[in-house]
């Protein structure tokens, strides 16, 4: 019996079908002789963090029940550059593969995989630099409009305009969960109001 592989497939919207996906990978599957343990479909974005499906697959590979991932191209794995090597680098700790229907083989423990997780890191630092790049560029444009930027003079956080309102109730004996539901806050942030009141109630 060959390696043990998970096939996993990814679209985007729920008007796309993986099943296409699924046909490509199980033929390429059975060429390549692997034993394929589970068939992963998910439909979410390229962008979106929880993806069930490819976490599932991930448990797998922990669990050493999977020496292989299979997937159409690497796009439908990695959220981003950084995101992809990784995954890559935290399957090759459990020593699985990620195998695109290329036949391409990113195993990073390998010269060619060392090669490609350099070449990845670049890319993903790269991607960094523009997007500094682009949000300082943002920033001096609206500098030069003459938009003020940050929190402005006078003004307070919402936590502290809502400061009195949360000692108020306490005082009351309302709940903090009470408290955050009806001010349309978090209980931690009540809890950080009420803590620095009793630190020093004056303020």
């Given at each position: 019996m060959g390696q043990r592989a998970a096939i996993y497939s990814r679209v985007s919207t729920a008007d796309q079908s993986c099943e296409r996906q699924?046909?490509?990978?199980?033929?390429?599957?059975?060429?390549?002789?692997?034993?394929?343990?589970?068939?992963?479909?998910e439909i979410a974005s390229g962008t979106k963090a929880n993806r069930i499906?490819?976490?599932?697959?991930?448990?797998?590979?922990?669990?050493r029940k999977i020496d292989a991932v299979l997937v159409s191209e690497l796009s439908r794995w990695g959220r981003s550059?950084?995101?992809l090597l990784d995954t890559l680098h935290k399957l090759a700790g459990w020593k699985v593969s990620v195998i695109a229907m290329s036949?391409?083989?990113f195993e990073l423990n390998t010269p060619?995989?060392?090669?490609?997780?350099?070449?990845?890191?670049?890319?993903a630092q790269f991607e960094r630099d523009l997007l500094s790049e682009r949000v300082k560029s943002g920033l001096a444009a609206a500098k030069t409009r003459g938009k003020?930027?940050?929190r402005q003079p006078g003004t307070r956080p919402k936590s502290d305009k809502l400061a009195p309102k949360v000692i108020q109730f306490v005082e009351n004996g309302k709940s903090y969960r009470w408290i955050a539901r009806d001010l349309g806050i978090s209980k931690n942030t009540v809890g950080e109001i009420v803590k620095r009141y009793r630190q020093n109630p004056l303020a």
């Open positions: 699924i046909t490509e990978l199980s033929a390429f599957a059975d060429r390549g002789g692997f034993e394929v343990v589970g068939i992963f479909k499906a490819r976490n599932r697959v991930i448990d797998l590979a922990q669990a550059t950084q995101d036949g391409m083989t060619h995989g060392h090669m490609m997780a350099t070449i990845l890191a670049g890319v003020k930027l940050g």
